[in-house]
Each structure stands twice: as C-alpha cells, then as structure tokens.
C-alpha cells in the first residue's frame, strides 16, 4: 500500500483542534506534505540563496497567481494534487522502501501504486529537472518548477522515505502530549506539521491570544531564526550533487529513510505518549531537513536557471587536532575560519527584522536507538 493523503489528511484533524481556526484555513487542503507550514518556511529560506540570475528566471516562470511570493511557490505542489486534473501526483510526494529495511534503491523502491517504475518523489525530481534544462521540452515550464520545489521538500521529511507496511507511519497512532494535550496524530503527521506546530506554538506567540499576527509573521520569525542558523559551510557541503549533476534525489532519499529508522521509527510503538524528549531530539533532525531541502533547492534552481552558477567550493577538509601531552593543559579553542557571509534576508521575507533565535540549545542526542 501507498502512503494515502486520505490518511494523512485526516490525522492532521486532531491537530487543527488546537491550532484553531487560522491553521485550518491554510492546513486543511494541503495536508499530505511537509504540511503548509514546512513548505513555506523551506522556501523562505532558500529564496536568498537564489543567485540574482537564477532569481530573475523564477520570477519570470511564476505567473500573476503567485507574485513575488516565494513561500507560495513551495506549497503549489499540495494545493494542485486534489485538483481532478492533478489526480496522478500523490504518489510523486513520496517513497515506499520495505519495511525495516532502512535502505532505499531507486529501481526497486521508485514505483506507483500499481507498480509503475519513477513514479515516486525522486522520480518526480528527476522527471521536472530534466523538463526545466530541456530547451525543447514542451512541458508547462512553470510547473515544473512547482512540482520541483514542493517535491524537492517533500524528500527531506524522513518519513516521506518510509517503510510501505506503515505507510510512512501514517498507521501508527500515537499521542502528541504537548499542545495537542494527548490528542491522537500518526507518527507520520508528527513529522510533517506536528513538530513545526509545537515550535510555533512554544517560541513563535502561535497561540498568544491577545496577539493579532498572521501565520505569516510567524513562519517568517520562524524562518529567520533557522535562517540565522545556516552558514556558507552548510551551502558547501549539502548543495553540490555527486558527479556534478543538477539534482540527486537519490542521495537525499538515502538520508530520509536512514533518519527515519534511526529518528521517527526508533523508540516509538503503536499509541505511546510522545513527550518532551521525543520533541527536543527530533527538532534539531526537522530543522537540519529544512535547511538542507533549502540549500538544495536554491542551489539546483542555480544550476538549472543561470549558466554563470560557481558552485560552492566545499570547504577544507579540517585537519585533525593532534591531542596534547596531558601536562601540557587543555586544548585551546580553535579559531573560527573566517568566510564568506551568506546574502542577507531578501526584501520578500514577511518579516524583514531577525528575532533572537528563540529555540533552546538542543539536549545532547541520545545514544541511537533501536528501531522497534
Ligand atoms: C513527469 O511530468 C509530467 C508532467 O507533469 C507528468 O505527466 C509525469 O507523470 C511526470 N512523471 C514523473 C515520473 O514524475
Ligand atoms: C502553466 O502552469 C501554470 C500553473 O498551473 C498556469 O498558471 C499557466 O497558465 C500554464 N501556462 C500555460 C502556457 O499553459
Ligand atoms: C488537557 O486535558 C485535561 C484532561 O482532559 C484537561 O483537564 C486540561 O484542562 C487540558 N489542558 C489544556 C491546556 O487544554
Ligand atoms: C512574541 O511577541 C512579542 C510581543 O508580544 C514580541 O516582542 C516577540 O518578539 C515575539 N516573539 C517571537 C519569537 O517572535
Ligand atoms: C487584527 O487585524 C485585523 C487585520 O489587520 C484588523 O482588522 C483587526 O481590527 C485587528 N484586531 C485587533 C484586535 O487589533
Ligand atoms: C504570501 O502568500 C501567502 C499565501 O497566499 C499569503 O498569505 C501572504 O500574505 C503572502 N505574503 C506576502 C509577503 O505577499
Ligand atoms: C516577529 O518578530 C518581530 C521582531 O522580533 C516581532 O516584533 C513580532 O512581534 C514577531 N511576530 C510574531 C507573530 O511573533
Ligand atoms: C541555532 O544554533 C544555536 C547554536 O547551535 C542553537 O543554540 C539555537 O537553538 C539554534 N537556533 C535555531 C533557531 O535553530
């Protein structure tokens, strides 16, 4: 079986309750993917990575429904699925790999509902890169650069690459102690909204009830947060792709279904109360995914959309520290290698002014778990 939108759809409706009715404005029709609100925040990061001439060309694909706005680009991808027209994508916004398994393989795991090879998530992205660099292809360019993006997310959420039996934990119920006040949400909608939510909820003024903000403000508080937290290494070692190719879903796959075995799976059983410690751990993992899904679509669009693109260079390899004779004292702090800086926010963030990065220093990571 497939992982269902269906399913996930409904689970995702315990979780409204608590976030009221402004989350159910924008939640409710796209429930199947890193939920609206990753979306959003991973286009918001990656918009200032875009080289100007890559900029310029993304601009240019996106039409008067979507102007200027670069958060909307990511989500496009959720909204059209329901669409009759779109009734062939679901199976594009994810991947089934067997169960316990932990490995993922293009040719065996690449498949659609009745078996149909590519039909998956990186399919899809091969599929869209391959219409955007094809001068010739007659495709519906812009589309393909919103499939892109939104399935390009939609890869880096772990349990999007989970086992089949489990449907990518969509089965696995369990209870969201937190905000949800033990309300029931699958594992896989933990991973897609819940944690995000939970963030928003407990450093972004979510449910501050006096405070008359948009969603908006807060994705792009939230956005700005994390953003502070990429840095040039982080662009050098996730963007390039092996082999210089423009996109390398397979790559990206492999990571998802290796942190869901050893992140999502691990330590969870059938309707368990997941708590703090789930939270706090896991957070850093979804905030890694959402830069890496950043970084990696800026720098494909750069590849695709502007000839002039340099890669970034990866950064040295560091030289490891020679430890020092016990009586010589402690190892003295190695001085940060300076680089360059990041582009500033552009001016299309919701929120032009960062706040203090509100998110508590993450608890040392337990030791790994074992998958259940
Ligand atoms: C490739 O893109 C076209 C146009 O959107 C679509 O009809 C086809 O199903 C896609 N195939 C895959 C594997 O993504
Ligand atoms: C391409 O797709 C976009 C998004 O669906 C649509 O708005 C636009 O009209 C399409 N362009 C053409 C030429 O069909
Ligand atoms: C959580 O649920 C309990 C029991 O149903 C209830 O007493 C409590 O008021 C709820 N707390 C919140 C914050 O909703
Ligand atoms: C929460 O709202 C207060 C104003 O009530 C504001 O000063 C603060 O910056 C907000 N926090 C975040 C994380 O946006
Ligand atoms: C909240 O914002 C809306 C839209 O800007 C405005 O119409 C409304 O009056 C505001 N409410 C309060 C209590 O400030
Ligand atoms: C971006 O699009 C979203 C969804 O359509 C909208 O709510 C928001 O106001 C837009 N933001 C800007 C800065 O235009
Ligand atoms: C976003 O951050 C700014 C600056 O810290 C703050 O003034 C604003 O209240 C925050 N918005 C929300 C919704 O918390
Ligand atoms: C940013 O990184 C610092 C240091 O690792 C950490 O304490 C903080 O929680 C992080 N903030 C966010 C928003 O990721």
Not at 115 to 138: E, F, H, K, W
Not at 220 to 237: E, F, K, Q, R
Request: proline fraction near 12%; charged fraction near 15%.
């Amino acid at each position: 079986m497939a992982a269902s939108p269906a399913g996930a759809a409904a689970s995702s409706a315990a979780a409204l309750v608590v976030y009221g009715v402004l989350v159910l404005a924008v939640a409710a029709p796209f429930a199947s993917a890193w939920n609206y609100d990753g979306h959003a925040i991973i286009c918001n990061l990656a918009r200032p990575l875009l080289t100007a001439a890559a900029a310029a060309k993304v601009d240019s694909l996106l039409n008067s429904e979507f102007p200027h706005n670069f958060s909307t680009l990511c989500t496009w991808g959720d909204e059209f699925q329901y669409l009759p027209q779109y009734s062939w994508s679901p199976p594009l916004h994810f991947i089934n790999t067997p169960d316990k398994a932990c490995t993922y393989d293009y040719t065996r795991d690449c498949r659609g509902m009745f078996g149909q090879a590519n039909m998956c998530a990186s399919g899809a992205i091969n599929n869209y890169t391959t219409q955007l660099i094809t001068p010739s292809d007659t495709h519906n360019k812009t589309e393909a650069m919103l499939f892109l993006a939104n399935i390009m997310g939609d890869i880096h959420q772990p349990l999007r690459v989970g086992f089949a039996g489990d449907e990518g934990g969509d089965t696995i119920r369990v209870y969201w102690l937190n905000t949800m006040n033990g309300s029931s949400t699958s594992l896989f909608e933990v991973w897609d909204s819940v944690i995000i939510h939970e963030t928003e909820e407990r450093y972004f003024n979510k449910s501050t009830p006096t405070f008359n903000e948009t969603l908006t403000d807060i994705l792009g508080n939230m956005s700005l947060a994390i953003y502070a937290n990429l840095t040039t290494a982080d662009v050098a070692l996730w963007g390039p792709c092996p082999g210089g190719a423009k996109s390398c879903p397979d790559l990206y796959a492999t990571e998802s279904i290796e942190l869901a075995c050893k992140w999502a799976y691990a330590d969870v059983t059938p309707s368990q109360i997941l708590l703090d410690d789930y939270y706090y751990s896991r957070l850093t993992i979804i905030e890694t995914r959402l830069k890496q899904a950043a970084v990696r679509i800026a720098t494909t669009f750069n590849r695709i959309f502007d000839p002039n693109y340099i890669e970034v260079p990866a950064p040295p390899t560091p030289t490891p520290v020679t430890p020092p004779a016990p009586a010589v004292g402690p190892i003295p702090p190695v001085a940060p290698v300076p680089g360059p800086t990041l582009p500033p926010v552009s001016p299309v963030m919701p929120v032009p002014v960062p706040p203090v990065a509100p998110i508590p220093p993450v608890p040392v990571a337990p030791a790994a778990p074992t998958i259940p």
